[in-house]
T-cell receptor
Framework: NAGVTQTPKFRILKIGQSMTLQCAQDMNHNYMYWYRQDPGMGLKLIYYSVGAGITDKGEVPNGYNVSRSTTEDFPLRLELAAPSQTSVYFC??????????????FGPGTRLTVT | GEDVEQSLFLSVREGDSSVINCTYTDSSSTYLYWYKQEPGAGLQLLTYIFSNMDMKQDQRLTVLLNKKDKHLSLRIADTQTGDSAIYFCAVASGSARQLTFGSGTQLTVLP
């Protein structure tokens, strides 16, 4: 199993550009999440999904959109990038079962700079 | 919403015990987690505790939960230089068990 994969690893965007951060998991997890981590801070939840076709906003959704057309993939779309979106973005997934304490498995992150 | 607080820095000598503390506000939180993050890396789950437990031990790690005071701690016994990292407390709540993270505690282990 590859676990949770994210692409790209790094990206520099100009203000006003758009991009999609890709996230995929091969563990057949229903739950998937997007977090952002600003320098020196903890992670904040952007969006989450409890299954294909179902998404919901987290704490900091403004400026982002998501879709979940399959169980495996959960892309995050940035429209009109702003410097405030400079951050490290982490995707995570988890199972519904409780044998593993609902552990969230994290991807390696995408480091995004908007200039 | 949930608020999770941690102290920012902790320094210990190699071989000593480290204790990292965390407080949270939502008493309905179900699972509480400790994650480790090394420089430039993602998050690694160290351990977790369910809200109906007071203590959990896992090799060198001991987690204590005081539900009344909404206080969680992580004790690392025999701390090694490889334990130097940022440690995040995270609390799960909501229908999808969304995590709320503290700001992280930078642990520095001195030789």
């Amino acid at each position: 199993n590859a676990g949770v994969t994210q692409t790209p690893k790094f990206r520099i965007l100009k203000i006003g550009q758009s991009m999609t951060l890709q996230c995929a998991q091969d563990m057949n997890h229903n739950y998937m999440y997007w977090y952002r981590q600003d320098p020196g801070m903890g992670l904040k939840l952007i969006y989450y999904s409890v299954g294909a076709g179902i998404t919901d906003k987290g704490e900091v959704p403004n400026g982002y959109n998501v879709s979940r057309s399959t169980t495996e993939d959960f892309p995050l779309r940035l429209e009109l990038a702003a410097p405030s979106q400079t951050s490290v973005y982490f995707c995570a997934s988890s199972t519904q079962g409780n044998r593993e304490g609902y552990e969230q498995y994290f991807g390696p992150g995408t480091r995004l700079t908007v200039t | 919403g949930e608020d999770v607080e941690q102290s920012l820095f902790l320094s210990v000598r190699e071989g000593d015990s480290s204790v990292i503390n965390c407080t949270y506000t939502d008493s309905s939180s179900t699972y509480l987690y400790w994650y480790k993050q090394e420089p430039g890396a993602g998050l690694q789950l160290l351990t977790y505790i369910f809200s109906n437990m007071d203590m959990k031990q896992d090799q060198r790690l001991t987690v204590l939960l005081n539900k009344k005071d909404k206080h969680l701690s992580l004790r690392i016994a025999d701390t090694q230089t490889g334990d130097s990292a940022i440690y995040f407390c995270a609390v799960a709540s909501g229908s999808a068990r969304q995590l709320t993270f503290g700001s992280g505690t930078q642990l520095t282990v001195l030789p």
